[in-house]
């Protein structure tokens, strides 16, 4: 079994690396192929990432390479962890926004667009020539925002599935407070991605939900950074992302007070390399646990090993809506547990979506439709009827300068700008 990772340079490949090290019975990769412009890092990463293998006694090949054709020939599935214009520019979609008074995030409000019109037709340029170098792989997306380029890659007819860290984090984190191993339990996890709520925890086929907030709200609203008033009244768990919606000004605030999330990583994937670079380092270092991504390893492992070996599995994955929601188009990405197998992913039934949760995924779907566009076809226009449907811009003063500033800021990674 072959696997590429593509953004195989990136700090986060060694959580990866170790999960296919420890979970080799569910997912015997033979041999695992880095695939990254950036050699430099390319060599320290691939460096850990072999000496990790034979630390745990791993019989699979690893290399890597810069050749994208190369690295993903004759793969049976290929994972997209790339970040176009690296910390950097992560960094401006973290800052410019506030200027506005909006909120500077990666992967939501305006720089979440940015980072999807840089992204998008990278991630379909590579998708195309992993059809045809290996035309019956998998594409796993990681790559965010991870809702948008999974619409894009299944759009083209690829066979993609999206795939994010946020259910399993909470699987963990309620498994923990309830003393059950995690897989006992299953979660009712529904929305978009970056945009879900857990509606129901389920363990030994009892919903558990009411006694989990009974017993540890404040413990899981502190996690959350939200008002347990607040998950009281909801009556379910949402994504820590809708602290984006829910407290947006309290978060621009916060925002203006501190370095970004960006800079704080690049310091930290600084020191990480430094490690990395150790020849004796063999194992994961536990800085990486603050890089983000957490769990991000099981759930790749899961989701590869389902889709090549045609489990039918369930798991929590980002995929076609097909009437799941039937508020939404067909074609909307959604994320929900579905049964994953050679096929693909298939959404499991869900009960409706209540009005406090259903308009806020309608009014977010209809802003992914409009980035989508703006990412395939570009244009002022476009960009600007992405950012006045979002909602958390929608004033047209706020759109309208919002778009000259993402413009400016990302000219040299748009094509017809």
Not at 51 to 66: E, V, Y
Not at 87 to 93: F, G, I, K, L, T
Not at 263 to 290: F, H, I, N, Q, W
């Amino acid at each position: 079994m072959k696997l590429a990772v593509v953004g195989g340079g990136s700090t986060y490949t060694p959580e990866l690396i170790d999960g296919f090290a420890r979970l080799r019975e569910a997912l015997p990769v033979t041999e695992l192929v880095l695939v990254d412009p950036a050699a430099d890092r390319l060599e320290l990463v691939g460096g850990l990432a072999r000496r990790i293998f034979a630390r745990q006694g791993h019989p699979g090949r690893i290399t890597w390479t810069a050749d994208l054709d190369a690295g993903v020939d004759g793969a049976d599935a290929v994972l997209l962890q790339l970040r176009v214009g690296g910390q950097a520019a992560r960094n401006e979609d973290e800052t410019w926004p506030l200027d506005c008074g909006c909120v500077g995030q990666e992967t939501t409000g305006a720089g979440g667009l940015a980072k999807a019109l840089r992204t998008v037709p990278v991630v379909l340029d590579i998708a195309e020539r992993v059809r045809r170098r290996s035309p019956d792989a998998w594409i796993v997306d990681f790559t965010n925002p991870v809702g948008i380029v999974t619409r894009a890659l299944l759009a083209a007819g690829h066979r993609a599935v999206g795939l994010c860290n946020v259910a399993i984090g909470f699987q963990r984190k309620f498994a923990a407070h309830l003393g059950v191993a995690p897989e006992a339990v299953s979660l009712g996890h529904v929305g978009l991605n970056h945009l879900t709520w857990e509606r129901s925890v389920t363990v030994d086929g009892r919903d558990v939900l009411s006694g989990l907030l009974a017993d540890h709200g404040e413990a899981i609203a502190a996690d959350l950074r939200m008002p347990r008033a607040l998950l009281d009244r909801l009556g379910v768990v949402p994504s820590y992302y809708l602290r984006y919606y829910y407290q947006h000004d309290e978060v621009v605030r916060e925002l203006l007070g501190k370095p970004s999330r960006a800079a704080e990583v690049a310091e930290m994937e600084r020191r990480l390399l430094e490690l990395y670079g150790d020849p004796a380092l063999d194992t994961k270092p536990e800085l990486l646990g603050k890089r983000g991504g957490a769990y991000y390893s099981e759930a790749a492992v899961a989701l590869t090993s389902s889709l090549l070996r045609d489990t039918g599995d369930v798991q929590v994955v980002n995929a076609l809506n097909n009437g799941t929601l039937p508020f939404l188009p067909d074609d909307a990405v959604i994320e929900v547990p579905a049964a994953v197998d050679a096929r693909g992913a298939h959404p499991l039934p869900v009960r409706p979506l209540e009005p406090l949760f259903a308009g806020l995924v309608a009014g977010v779907t209809a802003y992914e439709q409009l980035a989508l566009e703006a990412a395939l076809k570009g244009g002022r226009d476009r960009v600007f009827d992405a950012l006045l449907a979002h909602p958390l811009i929608g004033q047209t003063a706020y759109a309208d300068r919002l778009t000259d500033e993402l413009i400016a800021h990302n000219r040299e990674h748009l094509a017809w700008a």
